[in-house]
């Protein structure tokens, strides 16, 4: 719709027109203001230069590109790709390098993805001691992996484990007895500065998943290995009422090495000897490794000359 003339405009326009088509009749007088009003609320102008200047709200269109639909758009016949070559004729694979030879052949890969790692569900001590006060977990009884993953502190997926994280280590004061499958030695100290214990023991997932369904009983121990356990095992076995999956053991060198070290807390680090090493490949020197160690320094003192030491060690 054409715009109107505001009312001051148009009262002044009509009472021009008006006093020049009447002159007998003075513009200051009653009649002549009552005609102006009449003739402004009447009266429309029109103008044809706002035609030039309409367009749509700017994102309102979006010109769509039609290939292949004739010459009058731009992008027909060949519908943009050319005349020739192989982008013309056939689809070409984004990592396409001209037909050279590859640069992750001729420079080989950095680094890889091991598809294989355990996925840990980290717990941070803040959440943990935030979760203890609200009082979702009960820390005068034993904490496991089976109450960590019913009270929803790690959300309700069950991965291969549990990490515990140092975060909030400085405000965690509770006194705690904790088993989890790996903790940072921040968070272990923490536990431990506060009076409590953590032990790091292997799971799987599907281990986690027998505990929380009540499949399978929680102990920090191993299952004894050897023929004189064999009876005991099963007559403890017999005893149930129920049948229960054990807890599995590590089989991989990663991990037995991880749950016999004492500075992670393993289950396992009681199996080690005084001054061996959790390594699998270090072991203590027996006795006959002694004896040549010994020999050793021997020879080595009697090529210096030094008989006070050869006397010492013989």
């Known amino acids: 719709m054409p715009p109107r003339l505001p009312l001051a405009q148009a009262a002044r326009c009509c009472q021009a027109s008006l006093t020049a088509a009447r002159p007998s009749v003075p513009a200051s007088s009653p009649t002549s203001s009552l005609i102006s009003l009449f003739a402004a609320l009447s009266v429309q102008t029109r ?12 994102g309102a269109y979006h010109k769509r590109i039609r290939k292949g639909r004739g010459p009058s758009s731009g992008y027909g016949k060949t519908s943009g790709r050319g005349m020739n070559g192989q982008k013309a004729k056939g689809k070409i694979n984004p990592w396409f390098q001209g037909g050279q030879t590859p640069l992750i052949v001729s420079h080989g890969r950095k680094g890889f993805i091991n598809q294989f790692a355990a996925v840990m ?54 006194p705690i007895n904790i088993t989890v499958s790996r903790a940072s030695g921040s968070a272990i100290e923490a536990i431990e500065a506060a009076g409590g214990k953590i032990v790091t023991r292997f799971y ?111």
Do not use: C
């Not at 103008?47 to 700017?58: C, E, P, R, V």
């Not at 935030?130 to 496991?144: H, V």
């Open 47 to 58: 103008s044809a230069s706002i035609l030039a200047s309409l367009s749509d709200n700017k």
């Open 121 to 174: 569900s980290e717990l941070n001590l803040d959440k943990l001691h935030e979760w203890i006060e609200a009082g979702r977990i009960d820390p005068t009884k034993p904490i496991t992996p089976k109450e960590i993953i019913k009270s929803g502190i790690i959300g309700s997926s069950i991965k291969d484990g549990i990490k515990l994280l140092g975060r909030g280590k400085e405000g965690f004061k509770i």
């Open 204 to 314: 799987t997932k599907e281990s986690l998943k027998r505990l929380v369904q009540g499949k399978s009983l929680h102990t920090d121990k191993p299952l004894p290995v050897g023929k004189d356990h064999v009876e005991e095992i099963l007559a403890q076995a017999r005893s149930l009422k129920k049948k229960y999956y054990r807890l599995p053991d590590p089989t991989s060198r990663w991990d037995i090495e991880y749950y016999r070290d004492p500075a992670h807390r393993g289950y396992l680090s009681h199996q080690l000897a005084p001054g061996e090493s959790p390594s699998l490949y270090f072991k203590v020197p027996t006795g006959g490794e002694k004896v040549k160690m010994a020999r050793a320094e021997k020879v080595k003192a009697t090529k210096t000359g030094d008989a006070a030491v050869s006397e010492k060690l013989f």
